[in-house]
């Protein structure tokens, strides 16, 4: 069975260079936006599924809060663990695949952020980390989601970019085909060239709105980035969907 593109792109340094801008300033901005909006009690428990490095995780355990991060990423997970424990701050990571993760505990808010949704075949799979969200929050706890604005990225997708520096290039080809965004990375290094890629479904507002809810999530806002402006189906980079469990 060939393995699902995630499971190989994320395991890798390349991975970390090639997103590098996506640093602790921008994940200072997204949790303090976050936190202005939800009204969390002290010493809440918080999950961060697809955690990735641990950005968000570190800064809300440094907030005082009891944090968990998910991820598959063995590399990942090592970054996280290795940036927290320079922080002195004791979280807990644990490695799954959202679509096997379970856990009895309950928690105040949870967190899917950076677009780490989509990533799989079928809807079924996808809509998973929705019941999932509902099933372990507690009541009037929150689910964050968020992820690229489909009407948005549509109309201004970046087709190529390339980015040069002393020890490498890296190239980025991205292109729609049957209602997915897909992206092709190729890192040029000393002669070599090493290619990955990644393949996201394509879900609009509406559909994504109407999924929620009909889990049970109330929506009590919906932005179109980090910076409170509330969301335009056709001007909005992001879909950033605060949701409560009633």
Same mark, same amino acid.
């Given at each position: 069975?060939?393995?699902? /593109?995630?499971?190989? /792109? ?32 002290? @010493? ?20 005082? !809060? ?10 990942l997970l090592s970054e996280?663990?290795? @940036?927290?424990?320079a922080e002195n701050l ?15 505990k309950k928690f105040n ?39 690229? %604005? ?16 002393? %020890? ?9 085909? %049957? ?10 290094? @000393? ?5 990955? !890629?990644?393949?996201?479904?394509? !879900? ?43």
């Amino acid at each position: 069975m060939k393995k699902e /593109w995630f499971v190989e /792109w994320f395991n890798t340094d390349e991975y970390l260079a090639v997103y590098k801008h996506r640093n602790e300033k921008d994940a200072e901005c997204h949790i303090k936006f976050l936190l202005s909006k939800i009204n969390l009690p002290a @010493n809440s428990s918080i999950l961060d599924l697809a955690c990735g490095s641990g950005r968000h995780s570190i800064l809300l355990a440094k907030e005082g !809060y009891n944090v968990t991060g998910v991820d598959l990423s063995d590399k990942l997970l090592s970054e996280a663990i290795k @940036n927290s424990k320079a922080e002195n701050l004791e979280l807990e990571f644990i490695k799954s695949d959202i679509r096997n993760f379970f856990t009895k505990k309950k928690f105040n808010l949870i967190l899917n952020l950076f677009t780490s949704f989509g990533y799989f075949e079928t809807d079924e799979e996808n809509l998973l980390i929705f019941k999932k969200s509902f099933e372990f929050l507690s009541n009037k706890g929150y689910f964050v989601l968020d992820y690229f %604005n489909k009407d948005y990225l549509e109309k201004n997708l970046v087709l190529f970019s390339k980015e040069e520096n002393d %020890n490498y290039t890296i190239i980025q080809e991205r292109k729609i085909v %049957n209602q997915r965004v897909i992206k092709k990375i190729s890192i040029e290094r @000393n002669g070599t060239t090493e290619n990955y !890629y990644e393949s996201v479904k394509l !879900y609009d507002s509406k559909f994504l709105t109407k999924k929620l809810k009909e889990i049970g999530f109330e929506i009590v806002n919906l932005f179109g980035d980090f910076f409170g402006i509330e969301f335009n189906q056709f001007s909005s980079p992001r879909f950033v969907a605060i949701c409560q469990k009633p």
